[in-house]
């Protein structure tokens, strides 16, 4: 026998009915973003490994361990995308954007590459949507963001979150910042694991990061950034603050929020649920200011905003059973006899054309069966045709949730049926 073959680890299938789950969430998120005037951005998902460790930083976890690079027919490292800022970022310069608009919003909406370790929540191919704003250096914009994301996330009913923000300056704040961190951690270095030692030489603020028991019980009282922040930058993230507070979303500061990307400038945020299904990859939502990143990327400096939602966790985070978000039919055609087989193809083609969801059975079954599927696939009306409707051409209807039937005449059939189905639309049945 073939040995059968399955999919790459920590790369998922996603099957009916969850993908109604999905597109559900995909089209509250696209609508939405829409209403706040981003629109859609599509960048390769192979890109040259050089934007990507230029972009990210040579010393995150990302580039370091997680990246899928590998050389391509002419010797050219390439990597699939482990996120989408760089790239969107790449593109902006690419396509001299900044001369075109004084303000670009985009989104996009893709799968994304690391090799993690896997658990609930986390996987090797994952799938972000993704927001990004340049040109705009007020800190309402970010504000404006999470308040976008506090509406997407209260809109598809996940209501218990936590929105976390902090600082971590400019350039020099966090150089300051470095200088302190490093000179409270150099009194137990030697008690920090090897990872958080090297983190030291490296890229300090990464320890703060570290999910190692001591560490973190050694570093819990190090030095907070909001103390290194330039009064400028403080001013920055009182101006988020205020906006947030004006928008009516609540916020906790967390200092030791540092995010494990280099390019963050400035206002760092993260939406944290408290669902249990996401064990503990309760972040579904991170993002920030990286106002140095087009710049050192080769284009202009464009100051830029913007956040990534993780969709697993967010489908993780939604309740309610997935075939509750499957579109049903709004009627099913049922056949009795060789010639109503033939009927029904042009009925519901008629019907299809009038813009009505329609089904019906290839196979040929008894009524029974087809009503049973039917009712399976959650239909709201039910037309039979039999030779005796042929002959008399006219069409029994079945409203499925009334359990009422009546005889109709053929050639009434799409504008009865369009008026039912509008009225149930419009009473919110579906
Ligand atoms: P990130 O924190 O690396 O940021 O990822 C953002 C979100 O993607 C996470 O909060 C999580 O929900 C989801 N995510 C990340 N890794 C995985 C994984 N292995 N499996 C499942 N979900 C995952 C970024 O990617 C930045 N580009 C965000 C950003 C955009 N900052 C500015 N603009």
Same mark, same amino acid.
């Given at each position: 026998?073939?040995?059968?073959?399955?999919?790459?680890?920590g790369?998922n299938?996603?099957?009916?009915?969850?993908?109604?789950?999905?597109?559900?969430?995909?089209?509250?998120?696209?609508?939405?973003?829409?209403?706040?005037?981003?629109?859609?951005?599509?960048?390769?998902?192979?890109?040259?490994?050089?934007?990507?460790?230029?972009?990210?930083?040579?010393?995150?976890?990302?580039?370091?361990?997680?990246?899928?690079?590998?050389?391509?027919?002419?010797?050219?490292?390439?990597?699939?995308?482990?996120?989408?800022?760089?790239?969107?970022?790449?593109?902006?310069?690419?396509?001299?954007?900044?001369?075109?608009?004084?303000?670009?919003?985009?989104?996009?909406?893709?799968?994304m590459?690391r090799?993690e370790k896997m658990q609930t929540g986390r996987y090797r191919?994952f799938y972000q949507?993704?927001?990004?704003?340049?040109?705009?250096?007020?800190?309402?914009?970010?504000?404006?963001?999470?308040?976008?994301?506090?509406?997407?996330?209260?809109?598809?009913?996940i +209501?218990?979150l936590t929105?976390?923000?902090? =600082?971590?300056? *400019?350039?020099?704040?966090?150089?300051?910042?470095? $200088? @302190? /961190? !490093?000179?409270?951690?150099?009194?137990?270095?030697?008690?920090?694991?090897?990872?958080?030692?090297?983190?030291?030489?490296?890229?300090?603020?990464?320890?703060?990061d570290?999910k190692?028991?001591?560490?973190?019980?050694?570093?819990?009282? +190090?030095?907070?950034?909001?103390?290194?922040? =330039?009064?400028? *930058?403080?001013?920055?993230?009182?101006?988020?603050? $205020? @906006? /947030? !507070?004006?928008?009516?979303?609540?916020?906790?500061?967390?200092?030791?929020?540092?995010?494990g990307?280099?390019?963050?400038?400035?206002?760092?945020?993260e939406i944290v649920a408290s669902t249990e299904s996401l064990g503990t990859q309760s972040t579904i939502v991170a993002?920030?200011?990286?106002?140095?990143?087009?710049? *050192?990327?080769?284009?202009?400096?464009?100051?830029?905003?913007?956040?990534a939602l993780g969709v697993e966790r967010a489908i993780l985070s939604?309740?309610?059973?997935?075939?509750?978000?499957?579109?049903?039919?709004?009627?099913?055609?049922?056949?009795?006899?060789?010639?109503?087989?033939?009927?029904?193809?042009?009925?519901?083609?008629?019907?299809?054309?009038?813009?009505?969801?329609?089904?019906?059975?290839?196979?040929?079954?008894?009524?029974?069966?087809?009503?049973?599927?039917?009712?399976?696939?959650?239909?709201?009306?039910?037309?039979?045709?039999?030779?005796?409707?042929?002959?008399?051409?006219?069409?029994?209807?079945?409203?499925?949730?009334?359990?009422?039937?009546?005889?109709?005449?053929?050639?009434?059939?799409?504008?009865?049926?369009?008026?039912?189905?509008?009225?149930?639309?419009?009473?919110?049945?579906?």
């Amino acid at each position: 026998m073939a040995e059968t073959l399955k999919s790459v680890r920590g790369m998922n299938d996603l099957l009916p009915p969850d993908s109604a789950k999905w597109n559900y969430f995909e089209s509250r998120c696209r609508e939405l973003f829409a209403r706040y005037g981003y629109q859609e951005i599509r960048t390769p998902i192979l890109e040259s490994t050089d934007l990507f460790s230029r972009g990210i930083g040579e010393a995150t976890d990302i580039v370091e361990k997680e990246m899928y690079t590998f050389p391509d027919k002419n010797e050219r490292s390439m990597t699939m995308r482990p996120e989408g800022t760089a790239s969107c970022v790449r593109a902006y310069i690419q396509h001299s954007m900044h001369r075109k608009e004084p303000v670009t919003r985009w989104f996009y909406s893709g799968p994304m590459f690391r090799y993690e370790k896997m658990q609930t929540g986390r996987y090797r191919q994952f799938y972000q949507i993704g927001v990004e704003a340049y040109g705009v250096a007020e800190a309402t914009v970010e504000a404006e963001q999470v308040a976008m994301l506090y509406e997407l996330y209260s809109s598809v009913g996940i +209501s218990d979150l936590t929105v976390l923000i902090n =600082s971590v300056g *400019s350039g020099e704040d966090r150089g300051r910042y470095r $200088e @302190a /961190l !490093t000179a409270f951690a150099a009194l137990f270095k030697a008690e920090l694991c090897g990872n958080c030692q090297r983190r030291l030489e490296t890229n300090p603020l990464r320890v703060l990061d570290c999910k190692v028991k001591t560490c973190k019980a050694l570093l819990k009282d +190090s030095p907070s950034i909001l103390d290194s922040l =330039s009064e400028a *930058s403080t001013a920055h993230f009182e101006q988020a603050q $205020e @906006a /947030l !507070t004006s928008m009516g979303v609540p916020f906790t500061v967390d200092a030791r929020m540092v995010r494990g990307l280099d390019y963050y400038t400035g206002t760092v945020f993260e939406i944290v649920a408290s669902t249990e299904s996401l064990g503990t990859q309760s972040t579904i939502v991170a993002g920030g200011r990286y106002d140095g990143l087009v710049e *050192s990327l080769g284009g202009p400096s464009v100051p830029a905003v913007g956040f990534a939602l993780g969709v697993e966790r967010a489908i993780l985070s939604l309740d309610g059973d997935p075939e509750e978000y499957r579109a049903k039919p709004d009627v099913f055609v049922v056949s009795r006899g060789e010639a109503a087989a033939v009927a029904k193809l042009g009925l519901a083609a008629e019907l299809r054309a009038a813009g009505l969801c329609v089904e019906f059975e290839h196979r040929a079954t008894s009524i029974k069966s087809q009503f049973k599927r039917a009712d399976k696939l959650g239909s709201h009306f039910v037309i039979t045709v039999g030779d005796e409707e042929l002959a008399a051409e006219t069409v029994k209807l079945k409203d499925m949730s009334e359990r009422t039937e009546e005889e109709v005449p053929r050639t009434e059939v799409p504008r009865l049926l369009d008026r039912r189905v509008k009225r149930m639309t419009e009473g919110g049945e579906f």
